[in-house]
């Protein structure tokens, strides 16, 4: 099945930096790649995902870069804010109703004022 | 929008007694139910995915006898944890999809053992 490996596992950032989360796949039939935000207490959130057809997806401070050839995806934090401090996820998927969702294992990130 | 909801949202069983958790898509259809269980300090793993039309497959290290799934219809999953013991704790998350790639999480079902 597919593996997901993700670092770091802790990220702590000044406010206003970048902050970057990079995660690799295995299943070379993997196309569809979904961050997650999960703040304490409460059920992970679909922030941004990319497809196997882009290599590049923005939104609203958000960055996603997918590189299908090294099988490596990755977050890109633009501008930080204390509101950016949560756990992140990053999941790979061979998409459709039942391509299952594989996770990382997530990352703590800590905006610092 | 799209909103799943689970219920209860947290709940305390004895070790050894089962525990039933409910998970429901308003505004979308769940064509696909997801099951994850995230124990303490871990990822999400996947307990199980019911499509509707097709067997429920579940992941290795997770059987039906377990934890069996009903998904009777495009809006309403349930599963019960049998047997609870304390590796059983954790967040038990219903993930839905309509028919895209998109998984729309509930805010889970928090489960402690005692």
């Known amino acids: 099945g597919e593996q997901v490996e993700q670092l770091p596992s802790i990220l702590r950032v000044q406010e206003g930096s970048s902050a970057s989360i990079n995660c690799t796949y295995e299943?070379?039939?993997?196309?569809?790649f979904p961050w997650y935000k999960q703040e304490p207490g409460e059920n992970p959130k679909l922030i941004i995902d990319?497809?196997?057809?882009?290599e590049r997806k923005q939104t609203q401070g958000l960055i996603v870069l997918l590189d299908k050839k090294a099988k490596r995806f990755s977050l890109h934090i633009t501008d930080t804010q204390p509101g950016d401090s949560a756990m992140y996820f990053c999941a790979a998927s061979e998409g459709g109703l039942s391509g299952k969702l594989t996770f990382g294992e997530g990352t703590q990130v800590t905006v610092i004022s | 929008g799209a909103l799943v909801y689970q219920y209860p949202r947290r709940t305390i069983c004895k070790s050894g007694t089962s525990m039933r958790m409910e998970c429901q898509a308003v505004?979308?259809?769940?064509?696909?139910v997801a099951w994850y269980r995230q124990s303490p300090q871990k990822t999400f793993e996947l307990i199980a995915l019911s499509t509707v039309n097709s067997a429920i497959k579940y992941e290795q290290n997770f059987t039906q006898e377990k934890f069996p799934i009903s998904h009777p219809n495009l809006s309403f999953s349930s599963m019960t944890v049998l047997n609870a013991y304390l590796e059983d704790r954790g967040l038990y998350l219903c993930?839905?999809?309509?028919?895209?790639?998109?998984?729309?999480f509930g805010p889970g079902t928090r489960l402690t053992v005692l």
């Open positions: 990319i497809r196997s057809n882009m």
């Open positions: 505004g979308f259809q769940a064509t696909s």
């Open positions: 993930g839905a999809r309509e028919g895209g790639d998109e998984q729309y």
């Open positions: 299943n070379s039939a993997s196309n569809y």
